[in-house]
């Protein structure tokens, strides 16, 4: 949760607070009479404002994005067929996934999963 939004909601229970203590001090003997129930009213309503414009999703955090990975392969490669370490079964690209950094890969024909390594180019 954002600053600016923790700061709203305490600014909306403030002003819902004190409105509500207005239209409750605008009666009685001594009461404030009907100046203080406008201004009570007033508050409150202020206050449901900016819980309501403090809950809100900004305009650009519609959904999550897409996240592309570009990867910059040095010298010359070559693209050899993977095969499970398990079933022996034929995986493609889209079998692989980004887990917390790492290249995971998941096989369809038998759901085992184990991370790829990368052998070293020496």
Not at 76 to 105: D, F, H, R, W, Y
């Amino acid at each position: 949760m954002s600053a600016l939004r923790i700061i709203g909601y305490i600014a909306a229970a403030i002003l819902i607070i004190f409105g509500a203590l207005f239209i409750l001090g605008a009666g009685g003997t001594a009461g404030g009479g009907w100046g203080w129930v406008f201004t009570g009213i007033v508050l409150v309503l202020l206050g449901f404002g900016l819980v309501w414009l403090a809950s809100r999703k900004p305009a650009g955090a519609a959904g999550e994005g897409n996240v592309t990975l570009k990867v910059d392969l040095p010298g010359e490669t070559k693209i050899s067929q993977m095969k499970c370490q398990s079933c022996g079964g034929s995986l493609s690209a889209e079998n692989v996934k980004m887990i917390a950094g790492a290249p995971v890969v998941e096989c369809p024909y038998c759901g085992s999963t184990y991370q790829l390594t990368e052998e070293p180019k020496w």
